[in-house]
């Protein structure tokens, strides 16, 4: 696979420290411009730790992250946000006693253009036609897949240049993981650089462009997602019969 020359997000030797844990021991990410780079690995490896960096929400003990040449380590989130960064948190964390309409309403807080929120809006309802139909539904009231739905569109609507996408297959059945992997990939065939944490390795390997295989904070393997598919040790370990 030839890579695109642009690279949208880089960081270099990122360490994270909880305390006396390190849970990033200096990774090294190369995200390219229009692609899907998906993070896997099991439960503690380092993956959320990596996006709540990268979105400012944990700091980083040391390292750099760039957007685009722009250092965003020691940078606030909401300065993060307003650079071009949005995150889908795992757990969905929607606004829960907010209708949908309004919880995207939210997510438009980086713009200031009415023109853009309404074309963000068309575009969301495009993605996710379940959401303009509960639009004055409050967010309580959906299901588990509409709520992880209405995350991701929560995210899109800042225009984001960098989408962060954790755990969004998290407890849904198999039908609507499908139905969001197949959304994320119109996303990113749209335009929108895509960064996925995910433990559904097989689904997440068929749509990714490139992939880092974390173990305890530190990468362990990388490659073109098709080349990792069909490494018979990673399937061994990760992929098991899903």
């Given amino acids: 696979m030839h890579r695109n020359e642009t690279k949208a997000l880089t960081v270099s030797g990122l360490v994270v420290r909880y305390g006396a844990v390190e849970a990033l021991k200096g990774i090294d990410l190369d995200v390219r411009e229009g692609e899907i780079v998906a993070l896997l690995g099991a439960n503690g490896a380092g993956k959320t730790s990596t996006l709540r960096t990268i979105s400012g929400l944990v700091e980083a003990t040391g390292g750099s ?18 650079a071009g960064v949005a995150q889908s948190p795992e757990g969905r964390a929607v606004f829960r006693d907010f209708t949908v309409e309004e919880n995207l309403k939210i997510g438009a807080f980086t713009l200031k253009d009415k023109k853009a929120i309404l074309e963000n809006f068309e575009r969301v309802y495009r993605y996710f036609p379940v959401l303009k139909e509960r639009k004055n ?10 709520q992880q739905m209405l995350a991701i569109a929560r995210a899109l609507m800042s225009s984001p240049k960098i989408l962060l996408l954790d755990e969004p297959s998290l407890g849904l059945a198999p039908l609507i ?6 959304i994320v990939k119109e996303i990113k065939n749209e335009g929108t650089t895509v960064v996925i944490v995910e433990q559904n390795a097989a689904q997440t390997l068929k749509i990714a462009d490139y992939a880092y295989l974390l173990e305890l904070g530190k990468i362990k393997k990388q490659g073109p997602a098709e080349e990792l598919r069909n490494d018979p040790a990673l399937i061994e370990a990760y992929l098991g019969s899903h």
């Fill in 177 to 182: 993981v499908q139905d969001i992997m197949r």
């Fill in 65 to 82: 992250i760039k957007l685009h040449g722009k250092e965003l380590v020691g940078l606030e989130a909401e300065k993060i946000a307003y």
């Fill in 137 to 146: 539904q409050v967010a309580s009231t959906l299901s588990g897949g509409e």
